[in-house]
């Protein structure tokens, strides 16, 4: 197929309610619509089966068994393994700021009480590999939570998905906000950001296009502390917990996005930058493979790094 092509096929979605939001699977290929929307539904389905396996809203799953278990060493699956593994990466790449072993601090913050951090110090959890497959390792206590980590991994394990069965496509898969994309030469594809003031505006697009004759891959996902919210009286608290207090960040960024390779790697980077506060988002972001950021402060200002305005539509 020449380049420029795909961009002319029109560009078929699948989604459906999943992981506290919506998912969805956006594909453009040389195929009939009626094949797309099969690919399609199969990656929704396979994603929908990995994310059971981590989400800690159902007891059956395979993280709430783990977080309920007792014992300090507790056997995992191959996708369990994957995600601890990278939730291992993002933690050693954004300096400490993401933490999975945190569930507890998060669950004080939704009920208005305090967590006490943990007395002692470095890392708490920890992977064991065999020939029969991997065990984490935990002190006691130690429960974990996989939300954001888990939903950059599983959008970019469904690109993969969609990718190995309709090669030489334009793919989009939304990951309850956190988008895995990969586009074919000559096509685009635009990613609004959304505006946290309003329910439905966006402050800016975001242009995912190669610039030469090869496809490329992207990853945009936002985090802020305008969604996951509780009300206790006077107070309220965010889902962002920082890693030193235990508590929801003092932060005065309200929502950053961030473009990059991937989608977990922008997830981890996004989180990372809310909670470091804007005079150190932008150096933070200054990795390998994240191409920039955009913040929205307290004060009503939007920033972005000098790497994100080429993309900016």
Do not use: C, Y
Not at 91 to 101: H, I, K, L, Q, Y
Not at 172 to 200: F, K, M, N, Q
Not at 225 to 230: G, I, K, L, N
Not at 300 to 308: K, Q
Request: no cysteine; proline share 6%; hydrophobic share 45%.
């Amino acid at each position: 197929m020449n380049p420029g092509a795909v961009a002319a096929l029109p560009l078929a979605m699948v989604a459906r309610p999943l992981m506290g939001g919506h998912v969805s699977v956006h594909v453009r290929a040389a195929a009939d619509d009626a094949r797309l929307e099969r690919e399609a539904d199969h990656a929704l389905d396979r994603l929908e089966a990995w994310a059971w396996r981590l989400t800690r809203f159902d007891a059956a799953s395979e993280l709430s068994r783990l977080n309920a278990s007792r014992l300090a060493a507790v056997p995992i699956g191959p996708t369990m393994t994957a995600v601890l593994d990278w939730a291992r990466t993002a933690e050693s790449m954004t300096d400490g700021r993401v933490d999975v072993a945190m569930l507890d601090a998060r669950l004080a913050a939704e009920a208005g009480t305090s967590a006490a951090p943990p007395v002692a110090a470095g890392r708490r959890w920890s992977l064991a590999r065999g020939r029969r497959g991997s065990v984490v390792l935990r002190e006691p206590g130690v429960r974990l939570d996989l939300d954001g980590v888990a939903k950059g991994w599983l959008a970019d394990r469904t690109l993969d998905l969609v990718l190995g069965r309709l090669p030489g496509s334009t793919i989009l898969v939304d990951g309850d906000g956190d988008v895995a994309a990969r586009v074919e030469p000559g096509d685009e594809l635009l990613v609004g950001v959304a505006d946290p003031a309003t329910d439905d505006g966006t402050v800016a697009v975001i242009r995912l296009a190669p610039d030469d004759d090869r496809p490329r891959r992207f990853g945009v996902a936002t985090s802020g502390t305008s969604v996951h919210r509780w009300d206790h009286g006077a107070a309220s608290a965010h889902h962002l917990i920082d890693p030193v207090t235990w508590r929801p960040a003092e932060t005065d960024i309200v929502q950053a996005t961030v473009l990059a390779d991937s989608a977990r790697a922008a997830e981890a980077f996004a989180k990372a930058a809310v909670l470091a506060g804007s005079d150190l988002a932008a150096g933070i972001l200054d990795r390998p493979g994240v191409h920039g950021g955009l913040f929205i402060t307290t004060r009503g200002e939007i920033r972005a790094t000098p790497g994100m305005l080429p993309w900016l539509a």
